[in-house]
């Protein structure tokens, strides 16, 4: 590639009845220029493909280091998830554990509070047999007392001169005379 450099450099042998040294020299002047200018602009250009080939580097890394910290995130958010849900099981399967637990408990107390209800009732119930039992006894005998008294009292003289012809006595002797007639 021919530089600015090399056209200002360049020498050309005299010859007669050549060009006029003049409009070549003028002629290298412009080049000269156009070629500096266009080294300048390739210069510059090549600048700014550096620093956007460096910037795109950059959005590489940048690219890279997101799409790690987007799969470190979603690798934790699965992790966190997988793990809360299996807190979560554990947690229900534990209360649920718990929950039977108290349940049995509760079937139990109340088997057994059902079985001593079931046996107080039976106690009653033969306390209350017993007691009617008792009632009907006391009931036959009050009859029997009632009807034995009655005989006696039936069977008592209307007036007590008809006992041996004697004058009324005392309630005792009466009485006396009385259970003696009975035998």
């Not at 079937?107 to 209800?117: G, K, L, S, W, Y």
């Amino acid at each position: 590639m021919i530089t600015s450099k090399d056209v200002r450099n360049k020498r050309f042998e005299k010859a007669a009845f050549g060009y006029k040294q003049e409009e070549i020299d003028e002629f290298f002047q412009q080049l000269e220029a156009e070629l500096d200018e266009m080294e300048r602009e390739r210069a510059e250009a090549n600048n700014k493909i550096q620093v956007l080939a460096d910037k795109v580097r950059e959005y590489m890394r940048d690219e890279d280091a997101l799409k790690d910290a987007l799969l470190g995130a979603q690798k934790q958010g699965h992790q966190v998830i997988s793990e809360a849900n299996e807190k979560a099981d554990q947690i229900i399967a534990e209360a649920q554990a718990k929950a039977d637990a108290l349940e049995d408990e509760a079937v139990r107390q109340h088997a057994e509070a059902m079985e001593r209800n079931r046996q107080e009732i039976a106690k009653e119930k033969e306390a209350l047999i017993e007691a009617q039992q008792q009632v009907a006894d006391f009931k036959k005998s009050l009859f029997d007392m009632y009807k034995s008294h009655l005989e006696l009292i039936s069977s008592m003289p209307e007036t007590f001169d008809d006992v041996d012809g004697a004058e009324p006595q005392t309630a005792e002797e009466i009485a006396a005379a009385i259970a003696s007639e009975e035998e």
